[in-house]
């Protein structure tokens, strides 16, 4: 990836440092869902030597193609698509509130994911309490202060809004699905969620 491409900066990116600092010594593979325009996972294969990348849009994913020919672009739907092994790392940014299934997409993400190995996803949620109106604010004031530092990068990849769960029951929801998974609510509107699969798990 070109030093401009590094340099980008949006609210998607700013957390990619969370994926990176989770991944486990021992990682060799990560599997990036909703790759998008494939910033993170040139990020990932900047660390691995074995990266996929998976998303449902060939446009988005025919201009991520041109950035590292050494990762494997797939394109599917990560709930269907057949990816027939495990990685060391399962990263999602921006992607989980595509999916309506909130139960259905955790499971499947966890299934992906290999014994010791970790399942990362930052995520948007609507706001239904007054501590998410907090985060929201700080956000906003974040938000003001990196872009007019940094700029601001407008991904090409599909949006939706408003997302379909709200931050209580991603909250609730991870924590039935991912015993032991840490939460975090973040400000610039998103939250973490970061699960280690059990060794012993198949």
């Given at each position: 990836?070109?030093?401009?491409?590094?340099?980008?900066?949006?609210?998607?990116?700013?957390?990619?440092?969370?994926?990176?600092?989770?991944?486990?010594?021992?990682?060799?593979?990560?599997?990036?869902?909703?790759?998008?325009?494939?910033?993170?996972?040139?990020?990932?294969?900047?660390?691995?030597?074995?990266?996929?990348?998976?998303?449902?849009?060939?446009?988005?994913?025919?201009?991520?193609?041109?950035?590292?020919?050494?990762?494997?672009?797939?394109?599917?739907?990560?709930?269907?698509?057949?990816?027939?092994?495990?990685?060391?790392?399962?990263?999602?940014?921006?992607?989980?509130?595509?999916?309506?299934?909130?139960?259905?997409?955790?499971?499947?993400?966890?299934?992906?994911?290999?014994?010791?190995?970790?399942?990362?996803?930052?995520?948007?949620?609507a706001r239904t309490r007054l501590r998410d109106c907090a985060f929201a604010a700080v956000?906003?004031?974040?938000?003001?202060?990196?872009?007019?530092?940094?700029?601001?990068?407008?991904?090409?990849?599909?949006?939706?809004?408003?997302?379909?769960?709200?931050?209580?029951?991603?909250?609730?929801?991870?924590?039935?699905?991912?015993?032991?998974?840490?939460?975090?609510?973040?400000?610039?509107?998103?939250?973490?969620?970061?699960?280690q699969k059990p060794a012993h798990d198949n």
């Amino acid at each position: 990836m070109d030093d401009h491409a590094r340099a980008r900066w949006n609210h998607n990116i700013h957390y990619h440092s969370v994926v990176l600092d989770a991944v486990p010594p021992h990682a060799r593979s990560a599997l990036d869902v909703g790759t998008g325009n494939g910033v993170l996972a040139n990020d990932l294969r900047a660390v691995l030597t074995d990266v996929t990348a998976i998303d449902t849009d060939a446009e988005v994913l025919a201009e991520a193609r041109t950035t590292d020919p050494s990762i494997h672009w797939v394109l599917g739907d990560v709930m269907t698509h057949r990816l027939a092994r495990r990685f060391d790392v399962v990263a999602s940014v921006a992607t989980v509130h595509h999916l309506p299934d909130l139960s259905a997409t955790l499971r499947r993400l966890a299934d992906l994911t290999a014994p010791s190995g970790v399942l990362v996803v930052i995520g948007l949620a609507a706001r239904t309490r007054l501590r998410d109106c907090a985060f929201a604010a700080v956000g906003t004031v974040q938000h003001r202060w990196y872009a007019r530092r940094r700029g601001y990068w407008e991904h090409t990849a599909p949006v939706v809004w408003p997302p379909p769960h709200s931050f209580e029951e991603v909250d609730r929801c991870a924590a039935r699905i991912l015993p032991g998974v840490r939460w975090r609510h973040l400000p610039l509107f998103r939250y973490a969620l970061v699960w280690q699969k059990p060794a012993h798990d198949n």
